[in-house]
């Protein structure tokens, strides 16, 4: 289940009606959902540590009235360095949250300048201690490389200096330049310039080695983890299982569709005020979607893709994409037992190798 608390930027006026509205969403939420077995919740966008404890705790009631949750073993909610006081923290955890995913994204002042965020490493440093303190044990930092002007010695340091805070879990993400967005109008304008294919390769494969050396095991292309200390919650969106969602913007699947609600919060609060529910987006996936999505998915985590799951009608076109493909790709992965999975350099090259297996659209 994934609770989007979205983010509009002079919009605390709003704050009462939004919770009123999410609340809504979930009340309006179909009856024949309420027998699924929910064993993870996360609650994500925006800056839900922002939240007063009695709004997340209405929501929580919301959800326990409406659906099973004692088979939950799992709530994260993510918190951004240096706004997540202590009281509140521990209020969080009272209330069942059992994980804390922190914004950390780097420890250079010059790269948190260019990312529009205003904390430092003393900030970092707090918001672990107290978590710690608020009776936490599973806590990840999000880190961001491929970021312009960001060194390789940079880099280094920001991981080892975060590994040296003592989280359990630790995601890397690569920025990538989206079209709309600021970073993609200074690259168009050749105000900045990203780092190379070469340089960002460098980048991963670093964190790859130090995360190895600090005891971390890489589970997927983007995290590592304590044992134990694995990300459930993300798991249920790389084996294509169905997931809840809730919230401006949230993207949710039933097991046969894939939705999106709509990202204006005016729109969202509106159709939930006339009792609709907020999809602006509905999809149905056809076979030839869910087999691609079992590659795309399947190749990011270290088991890798269980050929039994790929529909009937297109296994054979996978397993001669996957001998079509061994001269080129296949010293980046493992075929075997009804698997394939990537090497630890084949996750480097992931999203070519997920390409060239993919069946083609008719």
């Known amino acids: 289940m994934y609770c989007d608390f979205y983010s509009v930027a002079d919009k605390e006026d709003a704050i009462p009606t939004f919770f009123k509205a999410l609340i809504k969403e979930i009340e309006l939420c179909k009856s024949d959902t309420n027998n699924w077995i929910i064993d993870t919740i996360f609650i994500g966008g925006g800056t839900p540590s922002l939240t007063q404890p009695d709004q997340l705790e209405k929501v929580i009631q919301t959800l326990k009235n409406k659906f099973d949750l004692s088979n939950v073993t799992e709530f994260t909610l993510e918190a951004n360095p240096g706004e997540a006081p202590a009281a509140r923290l521990k209020a969080f955890h009272d209330l069942g949250v059992n994980r804390i995913s922190i914004g950390v994204q780097s420890l250079e002042p010059d790269l948190l300048q260019f990312l529009t965020r205003n904390h430092g490493p003393d900030e970092v440093i707090q918001t672990i201690e107290i978590a710690r303190m608020a009776g936490f044990e599973n806590i990840n930092c999000d880190l961001i490389f491929n970021i312009p002007g960001q060194s390789f010695e940079i880099w280094q340091r920001d991981l080892k200096s975060v590994l040296e805070m003592g989280p359990d879990h630790i995601s890397c993400y690569s920025l990538t330049v989206e079209k709309g967005t600021q970073l993609y109008q200074y690259v168009n304008r050749k105000e900045v310039s990203m780092p190379s294919e070469d340089q960002s390769a460098e980048f991963y494969q670093c964190a790859q080695s130090t995360m190895k050396e600090s005891g ?61 529910l907020p999809r602006q987006d509905i999809y149905e996936l056809s076979d030839i979607d869910r087999t691609n999505e079992m590659i795309g998915f399947g190749l990011r985590i270290k088991n890798g893709i269980n050929l039994n799951q790929i529909p009937k009608s297109y296994i054979n076109m996978v397993n001669k994409a996957i001998e079509r493909n061994q001269s080129k790709w296949g010293d980046y992965y493992i075929l075997g037992e009804n698997r394939l999975k990537l090497t630890p350099q084949g996750f480097v090259f992931a999203d070519a190798i997920a390409v060239d297996l993919m069946i083609p659209a008719p």
């Open 216 to 276: 971390f095991e890489q589970y997927e292309i983007c995290n590592w983890g304590k044992p134990e200390k694995y990300c459930q919650h993300n798991f249920h969106y790389w084996e294509i299982d169905p997931y809840l969602a809730f919230g401006p913007s949230a993207h949710g699947y039933d097991g046969v569709h894939r939705f999106a609600n709509v990202r204006n919060l005016d729109n969202y609060i509106k159709m939930l005020g006339e009792g609709k």
